[in-house]
């Protein structure tokens, strides 16, 4: 069954529910879109911003705190007293006035020491000056220019390096603390190729850690200091340190530009990098920042929107249940006891009276209802035995019009409310009972007589999802014949109620097959379908017109004893079935042309 389809065998209530559904969902849909994309793009400027004044206040008070101790270092390399000491050659420089510089010198870095940010502060001289082997603050210089790290120095003369325990030679290295060391040389005044000593000023790893941890603003991120060969000298955190670790080449690169930010892609995932070189250092400070996550505010106001916007939804679709059920609840009672009609009862439909259209709807059925009370009174007191006669009567009676009219108010108030399946009922339906009424007359031919089984197939089917299939191939030739009315459709009627729906087992549609043919001057057509069939024992009942009570076949023994009566007892029903196969009926009636029959 096509989408199409599916929608026109709706119920009117739920198409209204439907179309004010797809209404209030596009309408609240586009507005909340509008509302969220201005909201997280308001919401992502604020996030970026302060993610970016973070970095700044990071790099400012970091290049605070290194400035600090570059000024500490370059006043002791730039006291001229010390110079002079560890300029004076050793044959000139007396055991007490060695012993004397190193008292004083102890208590000038001693005081350098009491600053917070200094652990300690040490000294490489000659190895000849008596103090050189005190290895607390003052550490013979052939010690350090036996290691790599007086390499290190000579290839960035004039500068001061910054290193980790990692790079440093096991006399700085302290166990209970990680450090970070600052190392330069000390160079004598006189003759600044001559290198005197080595200064070396240490501070706590764990304080440079901390000022790191505050550039990075989420959990999953993370910032770092990177010297120049790519070291990572402290990070905020070493599990995501490995997962996004950039190369030393590109955080310079974008240390580089006017904006130190670049939205980056790693691992499949977008990240933000912002990257600041600190003065003094060949140090980058970077953090790396999951966009995702630096976005959850917008997410979550994402999510607040979908909330509010589902409660307005439901709201709203519980707003339009309550009024399409105060329109379709009517209909569906006058739909309910147009069903009872069909089976003899003629009930009116108590509502509240309304003007409106189906107010209207409802008038006018409460008075079909009682003028067809009214009838089948008359018909009562009467008295007639002959049910022919008395559907004829009755028919007589009803007036036609006034059932078209309410057929075609209905048609027209679908139209109105834009329902196009039940104008293709009620046309059907229309037709359907003007073949019925046939201007009163007994009689109809037998191309009318297919039509009006047509017309009921059709119908059954809206009710049915088109789970019918129809077939005629009756000989035209007899198209002009006669036949009592209301033949077929019974028989019909009963192949889809008792056969084919019956037949849960069955896969696909439902079959049925009318076709003819001539016995001598008797018409027989035959009904065919693939239902479930009849035992043996009720095909036999039926044959012989023996049903067990009044209910059993109504419909088929009435038309048997129409036809019987109208024809005489040679014409009539015959039964072919057995279970599981579909049953056969088929109708003889003599073959009169209608010119003849009038």
């Given at each position: ?240 340190l490995q997962r996004w670790l950039l190369d030393y080449p ?202 009006h089984v047509q017309l009921y197939v059709d119908i059954q ?138």
């Amino acid at each position: 069954m096509s989408l199409g389809q599916a929608y026109r065998n709706l119920k009117l209530k739920h198409k209204l529910m439907l179309l004010n559904s797809l209404l209030i969902l596009i309408s609240l849909s586009i507005l909340s879109y509008m509302s969220y994309k201005q909201g997280s793009e308001r919401v992502n400027t604020e996030v970026l911003f302060s993610t970016k004044q973070v970095l700044e206040q990071t790099d400012s008070f970091l290049t605070y705190k290194l400035g600090k101790i570059i000024e500490i270092s370059d006043s002791i390399v730039l006291d001229s007293h010390m110079n002079d000491m560890l300029s004076r050659p050793v044959d000139q420089y007396s055991l007490s006035e060695q012993l004397r510089d190193f008292q004083n010198l102890s208590l000038n870095f001693s005081s350098f020491q009491k600053v917070d940010d200094i652990v300690r502060i040490r000294l490489f001289i000659h190895d000849d000056l008596i103090y050189s082997n005190e290895e607390q603050m003052f550490f013979k210089l052939s010690e350090f220019t036996q290691s790599p790290l007086q390499q290190l120095l000579l290839d960035n003369v004039g500068k001061m390096k910054w290193i980790d325990d990692t790079q440093a030679i096991p006399a700085l290295r302290d166990p209970e603390q990680k450090t970070i060391h600052s190392i330069r040389f000390v160079k004598n005044f006189s003759a600044l190729d001559d290198k005197v000593g080595v200064l070396n000023v240490d501070i706590r790893e764990d304080m440079l850690q901390e000022i790191v941890k505050r550039a990075n603003t989420t959990q999953n991120g993370v910032a770092y200091l990177q010297n120049a060969n790519g070291t990572v000298i402290v990070s905020s955190n070493e599990t995501n340190l490995q997962r996004w670790l950039l190369d030393y080449p590109t955080v310079q690169h974008i240390a580089s530009k006017s904006d130190p930010w670049q939205t980056l892609s790693r691992g499949g995932e977008n990240v933000l990098v912002g990257s600041k070189a600190i003065k003094g250092t060949d140090w980058q400070l970077v953090t790396v920042l999951p966009l995702q996550e630096m976005y959850s505010s917008s997410a979550k106001l994402r999510n607040q929107t979908l909330l509010i916007m589902a409660i307005l939804v439901v709201a709203a679709n519980l707003c339009s249940y309550v009024i399409s059920s105060s329109i379709t609840n009517r209909i569906a009672v006058v739909i309910r006891k147009m069903r009872k009609v069909q089976s003899g009862e003629l009930d009116t439909v108590k509502v509240e009276a309304t003007r409106d259209e189906v107010g209207e709807l409802v008038e006018n059925f409460n008075y079909m209802v009682g003028r067809m009370k009214l009838f089948i009174e008359e018909q009562y007191k009467l008295g007639q035995e002959a049910k022919n006669a008395e559907l004829k009567a009755l028919q007589s009676q009803i007036n036609p019009h006034f059932l078209y009219n309410t057929l075609d108010l209905i048609n027209w108030t679908a139209i109105k409310h834009q329902v196009p399946d039940i104008p293709e009922i009620v046309q059907a339906l229309s037709q359907f009972y003007k073949i019925s009424l046939n201007k009163g007359d007994e009689l109809i031919s037998v191309e009318n007589e297919l039509k009006h089984v047509q017309l009921y197939v059709d119908i059954q089917n809206k009710r049915f999802g088109n789970s019918i299939l129809f077939h005629s191939d009756v000989d035209e030739s007899l198209y002009d014949c006669t036949m009592l009315k209301i033949t077929l459709q019974p028989i019909v009627e009963n192949a889809i109620l008792h056969g084919i729906k019956e037949n849960g087992s069955r896969h696909g549609a439902g079959e049925i097959f009318i076709h003819s043919y001539m016995e001598n001057d008797t018409m027989v057509l035959c009904v065919e379908d693939n239902g479930i069939g009849m035992p043996a024992e009720m095909v036999d009942r039926f044959n012989r017109n023996d049903f067990h009570d009044k209910k059993e076949g109504y419909g088929i023994k009435n038309i048997n004893h129409r036809i019987k009566l109208f024809y005489g007892e040679q014409y009539g029903l015959h039964f072919r079935s057995s279970p599981g196969k579909g049953t056969t009926v088929e109708i003889r009636m003599p073959a009169v042309p209608l010119e003849e029959a009038i």
